[in-house]
């Protein structure tokens, strides 16, 4: 890194995922029944590690964390260690002797949310009956108990032409902050796209929204939506108010449930475990996935943006749309061109985004007397670029393009009901090389080539990347997702003069690295080109 990293202001933990309400959005998936969390011993290891890096805020999270019974327990640990504490609650469980133990525990703030101004869309937005009248409820007793609390709400096409009025109203209930928070397809709001904003209707939000924090008497703040931060300032240069983007990797942490390191909570992308590392500092300053997004070495419009440095773009929202966390913000309208700072307008980003379409690698096994039949069909797909048979049980890998990853998953579905097994899809979540060169050098039939997948931990990926990048044998090298009964993420064409050429390179490497779980599939025979 060229600059000292930053620590973080704020870590969110996640002490359980249990919880009695049924959220259409939660991020968590949330529910009555959630038994994995941690015993108070581990959860306050992972308090003591996150003070002995930095005295920060930390806000209890979940779930709800007053499911948990030692709740006020951690909570005067996380003070005995110098911690300022937030906590954020669904308010269903809440009564004047939590507040007064939370008063005098010293907690900083509290977050409750509404959804909606009114109680049948709220009621069926967290799809709890009296949800509505039980937040109002637990809302009067904060205030009455002098607790200082914000108002969160999830922006959706349900609520994000209400804005004004939901301020409107934080500021009457003695909130000290209003916080909207843009829906992000995580958890259960997946399967949210009919009621996610448009690029339209999130720009328009975006401006409605600096208005409002520029006029409000109460603090305004945008969560999961970075592009705000360059809005604000463009809106109101001379304002003294501040907003901000995308604080992954910087300001913000989250800690899950099973105690690993995450950027937000949006992102179930681990940068390491502290029950197993034992140190939160660590795994923050030395992680590879942290420091990538720190580095902001983003591909596509996000990557030559002029306001790379103050918006960042939604790692998460680019990784739930591109498999991709590097990659841009989907959500974004705003673009500017890499000769220049001028700006194209909404239709020529969508056609942009057209001709830049998504693509995953798909493996499958099929039976040898169908391997024509299957052949055939895939490359009568006018999506698919590349067709290989390939000596391993998983023998037929193509390369699936779409426009979008709906139509990626709708296709391998079609597939796999199709020919009755199942199609692996294995998406990239990282361009490392790609050197048309090394193609034409290594081209079968003339020569010979391999597709080799490994399982690179975390601590040695950068370099182990690195290694095969720079072998002129390697023509393509790819991280991508995972699965549990795949578990590589590492992956390169190799191309030689015949297989034991390569079997030494695949030996050279592995034992240079100490990588256990590899693959070596030879290429039988091209299906298609």
């Known amino acids: 890194m060229d600059s000292p990293i930053k620590k973080p202001r704020v870590v969110a933990f996640e002490v359980t995922r249990r919880c009695q309400m049924n959220c259409v959005h939660c991020r968590a998936s949330a529910d009555a029944d959630f038994k994995d969390e941690l015993d108070t011993p581990r959860c306050k290891k992972i308090i003591k590690s996150i003070a002995d890096y ?3 805020v930390l806000i209890f999270t979940g779930g709800e964390p007053f499911e948990r019974a030692d709740i006020f327990d951690l909570i005067d640990y996380a003070n005995s260690c110098g911690l300022m504490i937030s906590l954020a609650t669904c308010g269903y469980n809440f009564d004047r002797s939590k507040a007064e133990k939370l008063k005098k525990a010293g907690v900083l703030t509290l977050s409750f949310s509404l959804d909606s101004d009114e109680a049948s869309q709220h009621d069926n937005f967290r799809q709890t009956g009296g949800a509505f009248e039980k937040t109002l409820n637990a809302i009067d007793i904060a205030k009455n108990t002098g607790l200082k609390f914000q108002i969160n709400t999830t922006v959706t096409k349900l609520n994000f032409n209400k804005l004004d009025k939901f301020e409107k109203l934080a500021e009457n209930l003695g909130a000290y902050c209003f916080n909207p928070f843009m829906l992000v397809p995580a958890g259960r709001a997946k399967q949210l796209s009919d009621i ?11 401006k409605t929204v600096a208005d409002l924090k520029e006029k409000s008497k109460i603090d305004v703040r945008f969560t999961c939506a ?8 463009e809106k109101y240069p001379a304002s003294k108010k501040k907003a901000f983007g995308c604080l992954a990797a910087g300001d913000f942490a989250f800690i899950s449930y099973a105690g690993d390191v995450q950027t937000c909570g949006f992102l179930n992308v681990s940068a390491g475990n502290i029950l197993q590392s034992g140190s939160f500092g660590q795994i923050w300053e030395n992680s590879d996935y942290l420091n990538s997004i ?60 057209k001709t830049n379409p998504v693509s995953t690698l798909v493996a499958a096994h099929i039976e040898e007397d169908k391997i024509s039949e299957v052949a055939h069909a895939i490359n ?34 079609d597939l796999s009901k199709k020919f009755k097994t199942e199609f692996l899809s294995l998406p990239t979540t990282r361009h490392r090389k790609l050197d048309s060169s090394a193609i034409k050098r290594h081209s079968p039939p003339d020569n ?20 095969l990048c720079d072998l002129p044998q390697v023509s393509h090298c790819y991280e991508r997702k995972t699965l549990p009964d795949w578990p590589y993420n590492l992956y390169v064409m190799m191309h030689e003069k015949d297989t034991m050429r390569i079997e030494k390179i695949v030996d050279d490497f592995v034992k240079k690295f100490g990588i256990k779980q590899f693959q070596v599939l030879h290429t039988v025979k091209s299906l298609k080109k």
């Open 54 to 56: 930095n005295r920060c």
């Open 196 to 206: 996610a904003l448009t690029a339209r209707e999130h720009e328009k939000t975006l």
């Open 226 to 233: 970075p592009r705000f931060a360059p809005i604000f300032k």
């Open 294 to 353: 720190r580095q902001k070495k983003f591909s596509g419009k996000c990557g030559y943006c002029n306001h790379i440095e103050i918006c960042g773009g939604c790692r998460a929202r680019a990784s739930a749309r591109n498999n991709d966390y590097l990659a841009s913000d989907p959500l974004c309208s705003y673009i500017n061109l890499p000769t220049g700072l001028a700006t194209v307008s909404l239709p020529k980003v969508a056609a942009m985004e």
């Open 380 to 413: 009568s797909l006018a999506d698919v670029s590349h067709n290989y048979l390939r000596k391993h049980h998983y023998n037929l890998w193509f390369t699936l393009k779409a426009s979008d990853w709906s139509r990626i998953d709708r296709t391998v579905r």
């Open 448 to 467: 010979y080539n391999a597709l080799f997948c490994c399982n690179a931990p975390a601590d040695i990926l950068e370099s182990a990347a690195k290694f």
